[in-house]
Each structure stands twice: as C-alpha cells, then as structure tokens.
C-alpha cells in the first residue's frame, strides 16, 4: 500500500490505539556492585517485575571497557529487591553511592569540606540503571532468516492521507526486532509528515504520543518523528539499535515534547544500510542516542549511554532536508526551546555535541557558527 512495504502497521486517516499494562516501576538502578559474570543483582526497589522479564543493564564503565556493554537478560527469579538473572554480565556494574568528604570522595559519609559553597552536589551516584523492556502488547517481527539476515523488521508509521491526519496513541507497547534496514521510512515507530504539504504548515499532532513504551531491538533508528509538530514522546525505552535512537528527521520537527526517555546500545548501520552519511561509523560523531535537528522543542529528562556516537547531538542546521525541503524555515535561526536535566555517560563520543550539523541532502554535515 503506498510503496509502504509489509509487516507494517499504517496509518493513513485512522487511529491506531494501543494501551497495555505499564509496570508499577519503569526502571531502577543496582545498590551493589556486580561482578563480570554475575547472574544476581542487588536493586534498589522491590520493583513488582516477575520472572521471565527482560530487563536491560546499563554498562558504567567507559565505552566498550572490558568488553562489556547495555545487556539485556531475563529474570529467573526474584527475591525480596534481589533477582538472578539468565545470563552472567559481560562486564561488571557499579552499584554503590559515592560520598564527598574533607578527606575526597569515600563510600560512606563523612565530614564535609569547610566552606563549601551552597548548593554543592555531595553525592555522587553512578550506579547501573536497569529497564523492565517487557510489555505486554508486543508489536513483533518474527525471527526468521529475513531478519536475522537483512534487518527486515517491523514498522508502525502515522501517516497523512490529503486532509484525513492519522493518529497515533501507544502506551505500554513493546516493539521487538523493529525497523527495515536501509529502507526510508521504515522504523520501529514513527509520525510521517503530518504537519507540513510542500511549503504549507498544517496543524500540530497535538494529543498524539507513545509513552512508556520499549523498542527491544531495532535494525533502523527507534522512535523518529519526521515532518510532525506537537507530539510527545516520553518514558520510553529505546535498546539495541542501528541508527539514531531518537530521531527528528528533517529539522521540520517543532514544539514536541521529549521527556524521560532511555537510549542505549547505539550502534552505526552497516554501510551499505546508510540513510544518511552521518549515521556511518566513519563519521566524525555517527550514530546517536539523540538527533535533534530543530532548537524548538522540549528536551528533558532523558539518558544516553552506550551510543557509539553522542548521547546527544543537537545540529541545527540553515535549513530543512528530505520531505521538508520546501519548508520556509532555518533551524539555526529559530529560538532554542528547553534542554535540561538531560543524562549521559559511557558513549564513545562527546556526550553532548552542539554542531556539526546537517548541510546536505546526502547527510554530510559542516562544523561552524551559527
């Protein structure tokens, strides 16, 4: 249907609605450290997940320190805020609180510094997050030799058809083996143009949004929002992707709402899979845990780690590409909107990259003032 493919879900003038039952706790972190090959962890709350969950283990070491990066695993068992879990880590966690003292930092509190300034952070806290990924409505390829072999995964697409606007409202949706590798438009979940025809604005998706949600894999970005203003995107779980985690694809994309969101486990696609060049592993940042290509939207309380290129890579550019091209809008231009209590660490490159931003439809990028 419209050159749209198959094992897809799409949205031309409808409404798609999807709402599953949300766990009691979305994530916590581990209180004890963990050893490379451990299969029991210490977490800080009785979280209410049962066995046969899959849960996602940050890594909180350098990027790719000892082999070890985010791990997803299953619950065997579950005691009390300790579980064991299916496969031993591939490289130990940090769990413990960190504590700022006259003598330096220490494991447990102590005097402080004399004349510290008010508001001075005292407490360092490092210690590995861990994600429930399981929900349970599942949007799913299967696991077959299509997808082992060519990232032929599933898509869910919002799409325009003439004045008819599809909408989209997921909450508590896990898609899994999502995303078509090296095919445009085909990404785990995503709106599709519904706010701009040609050089002409339409309304915002207002009231549209995909919440506490997981992608658990993807062979093509994660959750992209393209050419659509006003949606929200928020508390979702994006792992194991190929491509940008979060994506606005062609800085079109305003007045959306970002908000505490997880991305990790950021991986390049292969080469000949490029959509665009700044995606490559040879590019000077690559692939992201964020692009966000429009100033105007609202970025809060998210993570990044992982991500073989930036946690988050803000490039505004002069102007807009792909199917926004005719917008009459510069990005760089345009007033900033909110980033703040955003988190990152553990990723290969900066954690927050503000340039280099997009200067072709190729996606090659230019390092310079705004």
């Known amino acids: 249907i419209m050159n749209m493919g198959t094992r897809g879900i799409m949205v031309m003038g409808g409404k798609l609605e999807l709402h599953g039952a949300v766990p009691s706790k979305l994530a916590t972190k581990l209180n004890a450290n963990a050893a490379a090959g451990s299969t029991s962890l210490t977490l800080l709350d009785q979280t209410g997940w049962k066995t046969n969950d899959q849960i996602v283990v940050a890594t909180t070491d350098y990027y790719g320190a000892g082999g070890g990066s985010a ?127 040609g050089s002409t604005t339409l309304a915002d998706a207002t009231g549209q949004y995909i919440r506490n949600s997981t992608i658990n894999q993807s062979a093509n970005r994660g959750i992209v929002i393209h050419g659509t203003n006003g949606t929200e995107v928020k508390n979702n779980v994006v792992f194991d992707v190929l491509g940008h985690g979060i994506f606005t694809e062609d800085a079109s994309e305003r007045r959306n709402v970002i908000d505490g969101n997880w991305v990790l486990k950021v991986r390049p696609p292969l080469a000949a899979n490029l959509l665009k060049k700044y995606e490559g592993a040879d590019h000077g940042v690559g692939s992201s845990g964020f692009w966000i290509s429009n100033p105007d939207n609202t970025i809060i309380n998210n993570k990044a780690s992982d991500c073989r290129g930036a946690g988050f890579w803000l490039a505004f550019p002069k102007k807009c590409f792909g199917l926004s091209k005719d917008v009459p809008l510069a ?36 390092l310079g003032t705004y």
């Open 71 to 197: 791990q997803r695993s299953q619950i065997t068992a579950i005691n009390g805020n300790s579980v064991t879990i299916q496969d031993g880590l591939n490289a130990q966690r940090w769990g413990r609180l960190q504590y700022l003292t006259n003598n330096g930092m220490s494991l447990t509190p102590g005097t402080l510094p004399a004349n510290l300034p008010a508001g001075t952070p005292t407490v360092l806290d490092e210690r590995a997050e861990v994600a429930n990924l399981t929900r349970n409505i599942v949007v799913q390829a299967p696991d077959d030799d299509v997808w082992r072999n060519n990232g032929f995964g599933c898509h869910i697409m919002i799409m325009r058809m003439n004045s008819m606007i599809g909408e989209g409202h997921l909450n508590g949706v896990e898609i899994r083996r999502g995303g078509q590798a090296g095919k445009l438009g085909r990404y785990p979940f995503h709106w599709h143009m519904l706010s701009y025809d």
């Open 331 to 366: 990005p760089n231009y345009l007033k900033f909107g909110t980033f703040s209590n955003n988190h990152t660490h553990s990723n290969y490159q900066l954690g927050i990259m503000i340039n280099d931003f997009e200067s072709d439809e190729a996606g090659n990028t230019s």
